[in-house]
Nanobody, 122 residues
Framework: QVQLVESGGGLVQAGGSLRLSCVVS????????MGWFRQAPGKEREFVAV??????RYADSVKGRFTISRDNAKNAVFLQMNSLTPEDTAVYYC?????????????????WGQGTQVTVSS
């Protein structure tokens, strides 16, 4: 079965950077669109960034600070997060869907990782 494993979360001061990684096994990675979503305590899960074969999209709140990328040879997707603020504190989830073009609605994604905590201190 398809499995996603995230890594790279942690505690960082405001203005700092983190790089999240997600490795996918059990499927044809190149056929997946991949997404990063996050969920803060008491809030609904929200879209952060998604990437398909040749396109990517970002939430307005992270545009210009976060970069999503993928390495099909390594079955991995990454999220480079710069200029972090306390508002970025959340559990970050990697997700996959069998689609050419990525969707920003988390409800359509079939496969999910376990999540990795990102905490930004002020």
């Amino acid at each position: 079965q398809v499995q996603l494993v995230e890594s790279g979360g942690g505690l960082v001061q405001a203005g700092g950077s983190l790089r999240l990684s997600c490795v996918v096994s059990g499927g044809t990675f190149s056929s997946f669109s991949m997404g990063w979503f996050r969920q803060a305590p008491g809030k609904e899960r929200e879209f952060v960034a998604v990437i398909g074969w040749s396109s990517s999209r970002y939430a307005d709140s992270v545009k210009g600070r976060f970069t999503i990328s993928r390495d099909n040879a390594k079955n991995a997707v990454f999220l480079q997060m710069n200029s972090l603020t306390p508002e970025d504190t959340a559990v970050y989830y990697c997700a996959a869907e069998r689609a050419l073009f990525p969707d920003t609605d988390f409800r359509v994604y079939e496969y999910w990782g376990q999540g990795t905590q990102v905490t930004v201190s002020s």
